[in-house]
């Protein structure tokens, strides 16, 4: 129950804040923008010239460019989670609430995963407003709603982490985008020509567990890899506290 | 306190190595559920049936620049094939540091896959499941098949290097594709081989002996498989071959007077650009370009079944007159269209006492196998039809992929409009609203 507690917290100090708003407006402007473009290329030319649908091209490619998008702005939205905190003197008392560490982090992750599907309710407006014109494939826009729903909570899991190693938010959120990319494009390193273990790199890419699930494809295997990611941060993040609890 | 510390790094590192362990557990037992409709990732029964008749290793060489996106799609696209049959190996191949390979594989643009099986290649354009499945029902015929080009009557040759008319290009495409190729010159060897597969003619520009059209005959009445082509630059001789198939050439050049339209630049050019149902050109979308022909018309004889392969227009006609003077109309001379430029005869017959299919392709020309003309758009890719078509190497199975549900999207112009404001304009400004409502309200405390 504690850690409701905390998520509503976490969750109402989000939507209290203007960036979350300005975030959300941002991302709207332009995957909308992504979407319109492809999806008046798609009426002028059905199927793609290879049996494709709407759900495979227009959505796909919306799923496609939130990726990046995501990318960027998790960090903002999870830099003040523990480094806010612990600048304005809070996060002690935090710390010494009759609360577990792990109640702590959990229910902070929770709060940040309330904007997560904020987000993904607003986006998935797009592929809904297209149910009346067409037989859209409804499970293939749940496959990839459902990657970047694993996707953004693996982000944000370790911008939480980062966010509990510094006490200045601004740089918890170049240090999250840092590793965030990082991570991602060691996918980039695993198809280069002559890399070994390429298998293992491309493996650990965050990206490449989310593309099988953007063309429908439920992996338990990339499933697991997006609970295992987001479980390590917090883990890690927990770890992190008790260090300083003492 | 110290062994506090202690405790904390072991218990940090157990937890890692558990996070590693579930990791590789969870790759190791995994399932996956196509939740498309249609089951659109998972490869249809035909294209399972067609792995589980193959034995052997089949080699894959995906030729994309290192580092290239596409290697991912690529290796998504035969991670299907690989769950049904494990030995499948996907190679990738950085076309700019390895051209000895582009040039072995005759790779024109990267992008392009080759696959191997039991030393026989294919190269396909792209990764979808017809095209993969199709090269695979190709590399899975074995046994020898001869295409066999007659010679010594002026005939397109298929070893020069140095004529552009020549077809040496189209030979070595059929070569890659598993088919063995050979000329045969009847002044020197008065006889068809017995193993041939395909009998070419490939427009002889001098008439052949009373003894050689013989053979030709005897071969098309034994149930032989050919391919007629003929210019229409030469009288087309074998006119006993072409009585017992009931076509008669026309003589002369059809004309397309909308060729600015098409754009092929001349109007004795002819641009395929959809075709007749058939067998040869099912599935197949690409423009053939034909530089110079003339047209057939066929009658009903000896059982044959005339299916039209290549078709020309109303506006079309077949010029009989002289083209070279540089301005030509349609006169009571000519021959109005449509025209008939490509087709295929089929006839069941009974050789050695069993059942078979006996086909024989026609075409009015023969400039587009040429090394000159081959490259152009569907070309090549038209010609290697017809051969494989003819040697009996067309698909079997016919592989019907499920199609997405949503390719059509019926949308209205205001429906349209409406998406547009909503999504790009009305929707980030309410958020945006309620952002700015937020700050004042901030500001004001």
């Known amino acids: 129950m504690n850690i409701l507690i905390i998520a509503r917290a976490e969750l109402r100090r989000i939507f209290l804040s203007p960036l979350a708003w300005a975030v959300l407006a941002v991302v709207q402007v332009l995957l909308g923008f992504v979407f319109v473009n492809v999806l008046f290329d798609f009426i002028n030319q059905p199927g793609f010239g290879g049996g494709f649908g709407a759900s495979d091209v227009v959505v796909g490619q919306v799923f496609g460019f939130a990726t990046i998008l995501v990318l960027l702005i998790m960090p903002l939205m999870t830099m003040r989670l523990f480094a806010e905190e612990r600048k304005s003197g809070t996060l002690n008392l935090l710390l010494s609430a009759p609360v577990s560490l792990t109640e702590i982090v959990l229910g902070k992750f929770l709060g940040v995963v309330g904007f997560i599907v904020v987000m993904l309710a607003v986006t998935a407006l797009m592929p809904l407003a297209l149910l009346p014109t067409t037989d859209l494939d409804v499970g293939r826009v749940a496959a990839g709603l459902l990657g970047l729903l694993l996707l953004m909570s693996a982000f944000a899991a370790a911008g939480l982490f980062v966010s509990s190693l510094t006490r200045e938010p601004t740089i918890a959120a170049v240090a999250s985008f840092g590793l965030l990319l990082a991570i991602w494009l060691v996918n980039m390193v695993g198809y280069q020509d002559g890399v070994p273990f390429a298998e293992l790199i491309r493996y650990l890419s965050l990206i490449e567990h989310y593309e099988s699930l953007r063309r429908g494809v439920f992996d338990t295997a990339d499933i697991a890899y997006y609970g295992l990611f987001t479980a390590l941060f917090l883990g890690l993040t927990v770890q992190r506290l008790d260090l300083e609890r003492q | ?445």
């Open chain 2, 1 to 445: 306190m110290k062994s506090q510390t202690l405790q904390k790094w072991i218990s940090l590192l157990l937890f890692i190595a558990l996070i590693v362990i579930l990791g590789v557990l969870s790759t190791r037992f995994s399932a996956a559920l196509d939740w498309t409709a249609g089951g659109r990732n998972t490869l249809t029964e035909a294209s399972q049936a067609q792995l589980a008749s193959m034995d052997g290793p089949i080699i894959v060489r995906a030729f994309v620049y290192s580092g290239d996106p596409r290697r991912r799609d690529i290796e998504l696209d035969f991670a299907r094939y690989q769950r049904a049959k494990a030995d499948i190996e996907v190679r990738f191949i950085d076309p700019s540091t390895q051209p000895q390979q582009v040039r072995e594989f005759d790779i024109r643009e990267p992008g392009q896959i080759v696959l191997e099986y039991d030393g026989r290649r294919e190269t396909i354009p792209g990764t979808t499941e017809p095209m993969v499945t199709t090269a695979l029902q190709r590399l899975a015929v074995s046994g020898e098949q001869w295409v066999v080009f007659l010679a010594g009557h002026g005939e397109r040759s298929i070893s020069r290097e140095d004529d552009s008319r020549a077809l040496t290009g189209y030979a070595n495409a059929l070569r890659e594709r598993g088919l063995k190729v050979q000329s045969v010159n009847l002044t020197e060897t008065p006889a068809i081989p017995d193993n041939t597969s395909v009998l070419v003619l490939a427009s002889p520009e001098r008439a052949y002996l009373p003894g050689e059209i013989e053979l030709v005959r005897d071969y098309v009445a034994r149930g032989g498989n050919l391919l007629w082509l003929a210019d229409p630059d030469h009288p087309v001789g074998l006119a006993e071959v072409a009585g017992e198939l009931g076509v008669t050439w026309l003589d002369g050049y059809a004309i397309f007077p909308d060729y600015q339209v098409i754009g092929t630049g001349h109007p004795g050019f002819f641009a395929a650009t959809q075709y007749p149902a058939n067998a040869v050109t099912q599935g197949f979308d690409q423009i053939t370009l034909f530089p110079l022909v003339r047209a057939m018309a066929v009658d009903k004889v000896n059982d044959w079944t005339m299916q039209p392969m290549l078709v020309a227009g109303e506006s079309a006609w077949l010029e009989t007159g002289d083209i070279s003077g540089g301005t030509v109309a349609l006169d009571d001379d000519d021959i109005p269209g449509p025209l008939l430029i490509g087709a295929t005869l089929t006839r069941d017959l009974e050789v050695d006492g069993e059942n078979r299919t006996q086909r024989v392709a026609l075409v009015g020309d023969a400039d587009f196998l040429s090394d000159l003309h081959l490259a152009e758009v569907g070309n090549e890719a038209f010609g290697l039809n017809l051969a494989q078509w003819l040697a009996l190497r067309d698909a079997q199975l016919n592989i019907r992929v499920p199609e997405a549900p949503d390719t059509d999207i019926v949308i209205s112009p205001l429906g349209g409009k409406a998406i547009v404001a909503v999504f790009v304009i009305v929707l980030p400004l309410l958020l945006l609203l309620v952002g700015v409502g937020r700050w004042f309200v901030r500001r004001r405390r």
